[in-house]
């Protein structure tokens, strides 16, 4: 078992630890229905949905597909497909505030249900505070692939998503580690940006 690997199972038994942030309300005009979006990962130049940074650990040509479905109750399903990817590898992936660019950083901070008031709304600014930065209030969807380089993530959260025009998430991000609940390494910190999909939740 690679490390990378080993270090998602950690992770995953630490989550139930994280602090509980309270479920916001459904706000105006929040998706109703369905939503997805994917493509073939290409290099910053060629990409239009789908970005690879570090082609050696998210390969040009693999294929990646997110759908965020709200279950009508206030809750949402959030879904991670990806094909192509290195096998029996770990990826940390988590939702973003800003679309995909030429960096990984264009797509900005992790997108919070509650925002941490220590950023000061800033979109780009990450929030490290596990009050905040933790799978209640963020969405994580840390990614195990199989021999094929093959996997998928789900997770489902408490919440709605925000409308894009009132600071909801468009896009998601592939981490070569995955995220951390705190401790020695900051809360919601997983590594590099490796790729990234724009997805208009």
Known sequence: ???????????????????????????????????????TFAAPADATTAFTYDPSQVPVGARVEVRAVPTGSGRTV????????????????????????ATGAAAGAHYQNAPDPAV??????????????????EVWLDLVTNAAGNGRAQTVVDWPFRPTATGGPRAVILHLNTTSTGG????????????????PF
Request: charged share 5%.
């Open 120 to 137: 000061n709304g800033s979109l780009t600014v990450a929030s490290t505070d596990p009050t905040y930065a933790n799978p209640v209030n």
């Open 184 to 199: 020695t390494v900051p809360a919601g910190n997983a590594g590099a940006r490796l790729a990234c999909v724009t997805m």
């Open 78 to 101: 959030v879904t991670l497909h990806a094909w192509g990817l290195l096998p029996d590898e770990t990826y940390g992936a988590h939702a973003h505030y800003l679309p995909c660019g």
């Open 1 to 39: 078992m690679s490390v990378r690997r080993s270090a998602v199972l950690t992770a995953t038994a630490v989550l139930g630890t994280a602090l509980v942030v309270a479920a916001a309300t459904a706000p105006a005009g929040a998706s109703v229905g369905p939503v997805e979006a994917g493509g």
